[in-house]
């Protein structure tokens, strides 16, 4: 069965229901209660959650259980089967030739995803190359240079250079070898001007096959006015969420994803190039549910 792992509150009341064969109003209630509580303790906003929990409510209500179905597992398949209807299936990610741009905030995670996807796309037999254009954040140079040869891929950065746009031409100059362009990007500390009109500079000159936006897994409130802006500035294919391996459960991907009409491409688990795995949305959804 689905979900197996739920939170303990949630499986917890869908456990009263074991016995039943019918749900009555007051079961959809509490079922519904208990999935609003704990969408919004993982960040998700407040709009999707009762958006997600009037769809699944009238579900419950209004269908009939097929023959043989439990009342238990009658409303957990339509609790996953609209989960899975918002968060989406991993985005696309043909292994073949293409140019992938980076955006997010300062500390998202950025240089961190870069290597790491790098490492990804060269475990499926592909040649990638990293291209550092942060020249905002001291030390993303040798950062993401260090990373990338712990990823054992082709690294373009240039810590002399100050102009971001003109690092990007030369590094894909630089890496024609490559089949894999990964363009990282400077970030700001918040969505101020600069940021939007250099992200929109880098992306006129690399002409990305996908944009992805990289999340930090506890960002929450913030997630919707990211997503817009940067959805605005250069259209975002997907959402990279990182710093799974903490406490956070990335509700905030989730708006992200709702707002850019995208999908979430991957996880971060860790700081070393091997925390990464592709998006899959069982897991992910049981966690936001726990
Ligand atoms: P950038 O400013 O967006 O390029 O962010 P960085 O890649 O430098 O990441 C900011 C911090 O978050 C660094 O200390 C990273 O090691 C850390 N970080 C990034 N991804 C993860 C992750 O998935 N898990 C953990 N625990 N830390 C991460």
């Keep these: ?19 039943k064969t019918r749900l009555d109003e007051e079961d959809v209630e509490e079922v519904v209660r208990e999935i609003q509580r704990s969408l919004i303790q993982a960040d998700v906003e407040i709009d999707l959650v009762m958006e997600l929990s009037d769809s699944i409510e ?24 609209e989960m899975v209807d918002l968060v989406g299936e991993s985005t696309d990610l043909p292994l073949e030739p293409q140019t992938i741009l980076l ?24 040649r990638p190359a990293v291209i550092q254009t942060d020249t905002f954040r001291p030390g993303a140079y040798d950062q993401a240079k260090e ?21 990007a031409r030369d ?19 918040a ?6 009109d250099e992200i929109q500079e880098i992306d006129a000159v690399v002409e990305p096959d996908r944009s992805l936006l990289v999340m930090d897994a506890a960002l929450g409130q ?23 391996d903490g406490t956070a459960k990335g509700g905030g991907a989730l708006t992200a994803v709702n707002e850019t009409d995208s999908s979430i491409a991957f996880l971060g688990t860790g700081e ?14 049981s966690r936001l549910l726990g």
């Design 103 to 126: 955006a997010g905030l300062q500390g998202s995670g950025k240089t961190t995803t870069a290597a790491k996807m790098a490492w990804w796309f060269s475990k499926k037999g592909l």
């Design 1 to 19: 069965m689905v979900l197996d792992d739920l939170g303990s509150s949630l499986r917890g009341t869908l456990d009263r229901l074991q016995g």
């Design 222 to 244: 913030g997630a919707k006015d990211q997503a817009q802006r940067f959805e605005e500035a250069i259209g975002i294919d997907g959402v990279a969420i990182t710093k799974l």
């Design 272 to 285: 070393t190039v091997q925390d990464v795995e592709r998006f899959e949305p069982n897991g992910f959804i």
């Design 58 to 81: 009238q579900r419950a209500l209004e269908e009939e259980p097929p023959g043989g179905t439990t009342a238990r597992d009658f409303v957990l398949r339509i609790v996953y089967e």
């Design 171 to 189: 590094g894909l100059a630089a890496t024609e070898e490559a089949d894999i362009h990964i363009v990282d990007t400077a970030g700001r500390h």
């Design 147 to 167: 990373m990338a040869e712990r990823a054992e891929v082709t690294f373009y950065g240039d810590p002399d250079a100050d102009d971001p746009v003109q690092i």
């Design 191 to 196: 969505l101020e001007e600069g940021l939007i």
